[in-house]
């Protein structure tokens, strides 16, 4: 029972850690309470990219005469195969992640791990009636939907993320309440299978910290769609049958006979034993170092209970910097070039600064912004919308940020992620060549501008 490392929480960031840890030689145990592949393989970044996959196809075949293909009959759906297809899915990265982790010698612990102090330089660790022994710890306990206390909402049967995943009815009117990136990903879903979403968020523009102008762009994309926004707007009290909302000092109600609560979530620190090794947080969560480490020497903690990004794709590289540090590196985790992504259609991505941040902090910038359309493939695939590139230079010309609208978004945003990270000029990225004919060309069309 004694290990080099216990990772507590087999999520993104644990699960990475702990192939990282065994494949450089520590002795490795991983705790999981509930299931492998923690929220992002189980309820949320697979199933719903699975779930909004069948929607785009279901999309596509609603405009496919605008491509000149005319298939027969109207489009329809099957909301109780979507729903297996998403489970099949599910069960079959978090099976592979499981193999993986086995097979390479990581031991895997079902239960809930409680920290409970040291002796003698070892952190002792709780799970059940079993005590283990380790050297090192790294936290990966992740996050949880914050449930706000809305008057009536404890009466109301409403959806979080959970629910709305695996419910094969489908509601007349859907109130999503919060316009962030999840609440806009399912609105996107719902809005496809011919539901009519409301989104009520409390900010003057949805998608919270992402470039403004794109989010402006998916907006009135979603618009004509049939989507409601209720922006800068609050909401007081919920019923089964309608949402009671303030804006500018007036009450409104909005009709919905299911809510969706999808305000954010928070880092999972309660009951962890974080007191038996004075374990700091703040507000957002676990403190961390540039190398992960807490404010115990020997425990480190990556991903949501840090409470700083919130992305799976964070959590794999916090985990790895965590390990790194264990075995002797150095590095250091960086935050610059972190992508981010709306999964809707059009998909929305930005990476580095955009510019309301510069505009806040007084940095200059340069803007270069471009219709997606300076893309022949784009042009060739998309016969409605002329999507967004945009390009941040800073002073010595190095490209600091890009945001784009379009598809596929997701796929060629780390091209700029890739020069913001180096910190590329656009004379030296100019240098690489883009097959053609491709999308990611309108980032390449945009250094010449």
């Known amino acids: 029972m004694n290990y080099d490392i216990a990772i507590i929480g087999g999520g993104p960031a644990g699960y990475t850690a702990a192939e990282r840890a065994a494949e450089g030689g520590l002795k490795t145990v991983l705790f999981e309470k509930n299931a492998i592949g923690g929220v992002c393989l189980n309820e949320g970044c697979i199933p719903t990219k699975t779930l909004l996959y069948s929607a785009k196809i279901l999309d596509s075949f609603k405009t496919s005469f605008k491509y000149g293909i005319s298939p027969e009959g109207t489009p329809s759906f099957d ?5 297996r297809r998403k489970n099949r899915t599910v069960k079959k990265l978090t099976s592979g992640v499981k193999m993986r982790l086995t097979s390479s010698g990581i031991t895997i612990v079902e239960g809930t791990a409680v920290l409970n102090g040291e002796t003698d330089g070892m952190i002792r660790i709780q799970c059940g009636n079993a005590l283990f022994t380790v050297k090192n710890v790294l936290l ?36 999503i309440i919060g316009g962030g990136v999840i609440g806009i990903e399912f609105a996107s ?12 968020e409390m900010m003057p523009e949805i998608l919270g910290a992402m470039d403004k102008e794109a989010s402006a762009m998916l907006r009135s994309e979603y618009a004509k769609k049939g989507v409601e926004f209720h922006l800068n707007t609050k909401v007081t009290e919920v019923n089964p049958k309608e949402v009671i909302v303030e804006k500018d000092g007036k009450t409104n109600a909005i009709p919905a006979d299911k809510i969706l609560v999808s305000v954010g979530r928070r880092a999972i620190t309660k009951n962890l034993g974080l007191e038996s090794l004075s374990i700091e947080t703040d507000r957002r969560g676990v403190r961390v170092n540039e190398y992960m480490q807490t404010s115990h020497p020997h425990v480190y903690a990556a991903g949501d209970i840090t409470g700083f990004s919130q992305l799976a794709h964070t959590a794999y590289r916090e985990g790895e910097v ?15 070039a972190i992508p981010a992504v709306v999964y809707t259609n059009p998909e ?7 510019e309301e941040v510069l505009k806040a902090s007084g ?3 340069n803007l270069v912004k471009i219709p997606m359309t300076y893309s022949g493939r784009f042009v060739a695939e998309n016969e ?3 999507g967004l590139c945009k390009l941040l230079t800073n002073v010595n010309g190095q490209i600091i940020g890009c945001h784009l609208v379009g598809n596929p978004a ?28 491709t999308v990611g060309e309108a980032i390449h069309e945009s250094l010449y501008l």
């Open 348 to 354: 929305v991505a930005g990476v580095g600064k955009t």
């Open 384 to 386: 409605t919308g002329n």
């Open 410 to 437: 997701s796929e060629i945003i780390v091209i700029a992620g890739i020069a913001v990270e180096h910190g590329y000029t656009v004379d030296e990225f100019k240098k690489t060549v883009f097959p053609h004919p």
């Open 322 to 336: 965590a390990v790194n540090h264990i075995l002797g590196n150095e590095e250091r985790m960086d935050y610059r």
């Open 140 to 175: 990966c306990t992740g996050s949880e939907t914050v449930i706000p206390p809305i008057k009536g909402l404890s009466d109301t049967d409403y959806w979080t993320s959970r629910e709305a995943l695996d419910s094969k009815e489908l509601p007349k009117e859907l109130a």
């Open 79 to 83: 909301m109780d195969k979507i729903i």
């Open 363 to 365: 940095e200059y910038y």
């Open 189 to 200: 879903f719902f809005t496809s299978m011919g539901v009519k979403v409301k989104v009520i």
